[in-house]
């Protein structure tokens, strides 16, 4: 063998270990992900509807923003694809949003984007991340 072929062998004895390790362990793979988020996210936790063709599904919302949320629901959603949500703050009258669009999904939980949000639930909204405490 020569000296070019050995870190060539090297690197692929290393990436199957890695592969091998992920398959026995259900690792996920890690991915280096660019972060898109003009506005910071907040540590909100507050129970959720999401309405879909007729199907309604309850949740939970994670990491908020003005702009969007992570929602953790047994709901099926694909990308690109349009919701109604209604968040239901303790205390307080649900906060619609009349669509909002699905940016990424996996089996359990999936990211969305506000596409429409009225001026007074907006106001609601920026009250309620302004408190970055769990409301449940």
């Not at 070019?4 to 990436?15: D, G, T, Y």
């Not at 949003?97 to 429409?116: I, N, P």
């Amino acid at each position: 063998m020569n000296a070019l072929s050995q870190p060539v062998v090297f690197a692929l004895i290393v990436a199957l270990a890695i592969l091998l390790y992920r398959f026995k362990t259900n690792a996920p793979a890690k991915l280096s992900v660019i972060n898109h988020r003009r506005l910071p996210r907040h540590p909100v936790v507050v129970p959720i509807q999401v309405a879909r063709n007729g199907r309604v599904a309850r949740g939970l919302t994670h990491d908020m923003s003005l702009q969007g949320c992570r929602i953790n629901t047994d709901l099926q959603v694909r990308l690109g694809q349009r919701l109604a949500l209604q968040l239901y703050p303790t205390g307080e009258k649900p906060i619609s949003m009349e669509a909002a669009t699905v940016r990424w999904a996996t089996a359990d939980e999936f990211g969305v984007q506000f596409m429409s949000l009225e001026s007074t639930e907006k106001a609601r909204l920026k009250v309620l991340l302004g408190s970055q405490a769990v409301v449940m």
